[in-house]
């Protein structure tokens, strides 16, 4: 079975760093994404990690431990744009298993 | 470039109608397209996996006859709910893949709204 947990909710403060943390247990493991969806939007990519370390993408960067079961992704520098629901997936078989997500709301 | 485009945005209905949602990659040719609903404030749950002239493959616990899939060409995918009743409101999204993306990227439509009443 699949097993993805994120923290529900999150509130930080313009300009601040918020790291959201991802574990997981999976049947197997391919690859993990991380995408942000605005409410009634959907989804778009943010990063992907196969290898352990971390990924930096401008303002975004996403951390990945394959023995712990573990990912994180950190939000530099925050924006009010920020304010979304973040999403992580675990790939596998072709296939994409989501956690439940966690919604960042940026505070002026 | 890869884009994914989904018709209708919203779709209200009468419970026992049935409902035709399409998803197109628009610059781009899709091996693979994948079936997600999503309720509110709830994960994204994947209902099947679509390949072009070949039947979907449904994951456990979705009814193939209630959401008929059906993936006509490279660049087309249409999920139809049948009799649709209102525990069948939900948020319907689709993704693609192909044009050469790296790591088996998804690239998702914009999701089309269903409500039942």
Redesign the interface.
């Known amino acids: 079975g699949q097993n993805i947990d994120q923290p529900t909710e999150m509130t930080a403060t313009e300009g601040a760093i918020v790291q959201i943390n991802c574990t997981y247990q999976t049947s197997g493991f391919n690859?993990l994404?991380w995408y942000q969806q605005h409410a009634?939007?959907?989804?778009?990519?943010l990063s992907?990690n196969?290898l352990d370390g971390l990924e930096e993408k401008g303002r975004f960067s996403s951390f990945l431990s394959r023995s712990k079961g573990y990912s994180y992704l950190l939000l530099k520098e925050l924006q009010m744009k920020d304010s979304a629901s973040y999403?992580c997936a675990v790939?596998n078989d072709?296939?994409?298993?989501?956690?439940?997500?966690t919604?960042v709301t940026v505070r002026a | 470039g890869a884009v994914v485009s989904q018709h209708p945005s919203r779709v209200i209905c009468k419970s026992g109608t049935s409902v035709k949602i399409e998803c197109r990659s628009l610059d781009f040719q899709a091996t693979t397209m994948f079936w997600y609903r999503q309720f509110p404030k709830k994960s994204l749950m994947l209902m099947a996996t679509s390949n072009e002239g070949s039947k979907a493959t449904y994951e456990q616990g979705v009814e193939k006859d209630k959401f008929l899939i059906n993936h006509a060409s490279l660049t087309l995918s249409t999920l139809t709910v049948t009799s649709a009743h209102p525990e069948d409101s939900s948020f319907y999204i689709c993704s693609a893949v192909g044009g050469g993306a790296a790591y088996n990227e998804q690239f998702f439509g914009p999701g089309t709204r269903l409500t039942v009443l």
């Open positions: 690859g994404f009634g939007e959907a989804p778009t990519f992907y196969v999403l790939y072709y296939k994409l298993s989501f956690g439940a997500g919604t």
